[in-house]
DNA sequence: TTGTACGCGTTATCAT
DNA sequence: ATGATAACGCGTACAA
């Protein structure tokens, strides 16, 4: 058993540990550790010789054995719901936020991996497997609930997290948000100033969080327009674009019936225009449309008016707000929880009609 | 530094070991690691006792502690390129090749991650350094190139994997590929029975091998219909929607002008629809559209006409490909290797014009 | 059937 | 500055 790895034996391609390269110089392992881990107590003479054979010899760490006695990992993980409903789901977002959370974690030696809770077991179960099993420094939790469960878990288990999104379960993490609440005051008020008086609002289903900061930003910012809510315009949406179509349906049959909607799925409006096409409407004439895009808004015609989020500084700030949860690394800052919402920015269009 | 980790002390909060274990039911942590794994020498009622115990204090096995030990990690990384511009980058292509792909490696006790490589590291290093960590058991590669070193290497450091894509670098690994080589078979065939003639071919313009595939099938099946392939019909394109644009500029400035044309980039129509529509021209009339698509193209008007895959059966396949490829496993069976195109289904629209 | 003891690759402590 | 050696948590031959 000794030296063999469980792969198929290659013939001599074999990997290079830390005694190999030991042997290789004839020094001790204690030495080699040290010249690689650059800690102060050794002759720069061989620490630059052990460099320059573990370069050679191509000698990476072994992670396990590493993790096993370092009790870390250096790895972060990403929890993502393969099943999930929310908002921004798909490919590109995470693939941006990762981006961004990469380009500062490679920084300080971290390696981020993408977490699949498999729609097939219960994301609670799942978390549980990969915190017991200490399979990373740190997590990522996205798709938050309004209430959510696996906040006061990780905190009980005392790893360190940030969550995409906030939670009224609240212990104090670090978190980041998109600014829906902002999202749906700046809607409110551009479809104020152009007239309308008639809004609704499309939720998600589910009980993610933005539901919820939606909901609330929607009754107040009308409330400070002096228009009252009418209860009929808040209305749930199934995610995608056939989700829009319903909402159509829904929408058109009410009485009143709205001129406007906000939303907050960026595939929504797809429907919303195909639905509105199979009743002979126009987007934006008949009814007017604001919400979340990302690129693909820039696909429908008439031009989707909509708000976008930097993806990378999203990432980027998760990342941060990361670090200093992570103790005993050299640049931590307990003190400085970093809690905050990623601005919008609006890309006009011609979704929104002017009543006036 | 005995019985300590090193995340932050939570006062009394400790996981759960295997060692914890057998003292909790004062036995050996041999026959409780016995126990845990099933083995066949233990007996039944001590068995029981020692997985109610797990259960009960919330036993899970210490990722490194199992890998050092086992020398492996059960861990299956996909290798993703966060600046791929490959096909189907969009919507929720890879998460649901992932779902499919956890629903078979959780039945084996696998766990899925993606990898991610980072825009600002070369690949092939970012490659090796998961390898050499032994970070994962197994990986898949996707993004794969026209000659990939990093199959080669792979191979090299004889680490499991399966390639998403074919390569000309072969090392006799199981691979899957979507049947783009059948989708521009069909495509053309079903051109020409509309009395096409003049057929365009877009390809991206990096070096994937879904090119390759491309263009080779496009020669084969036009020469076997007996049409002469006119080289300037054979034009690259940008990803994207804006790609679809240039596109259609690059087509009506062609003598002959091509009467459709065949492609592979999902978002590409979009492009095409507004770039014919800038010249006043009409999609399915003035110029006939097939290629790949996904539920985005229901958006499209006249409907779209194009081929979509299966991406949850796709990942089935790869979990089911790579599972042979890692050896003493009780169901691996390393004589036959999976290597197959899944299929398309054709989905009929109103983009191809009957010439007749 | 169960307990003991060693090894996995690395880091850290304690001598030297 | 360097070498020996004990952890880290788990699996497993081997002994009992």
Redesign the pocket.
Known sequence: ???M?NYPDNGGHTLT???DLARHLD?????V??A??NK????Q??KSKVLKAAAELGYV??Q???A????RTNVIGFVLQTDSEGMMQGDLFFIRVFDGMQSVLTQHGLNLVALLSPSTVDPETYLKQIVARRFTDALVLSSIHRNDARISYLSDQNLPFATLGRSLTDVGQPWLDLDFDGVVEDAIHRLIAKGHRKIALALPRSDLNLRHIMVESYRRNLARSGIEVNEDFIVETDAGDNGGVTLVHDLIELNPRPTAVIYSDHILPFGIYRGLAENGLTPGQDLSLIGVGTRLASLLTPNLSHYRFNLFDLGVRIAEALLPTMQDRPFSDPAKIIRESVPYTFIDGDSIRDMA
Chains 1, 2 share one sequence.
Do not use: H
């Open positions: 058993m000794l030296g790895t540990g830390i005694r020094i001790s392992i204690g030495t550790s040290r690689l881990n102060p107590d050794v002759n003479d061989t760490p072994n396990a054995g590493r096993l006695s370092k009790g």
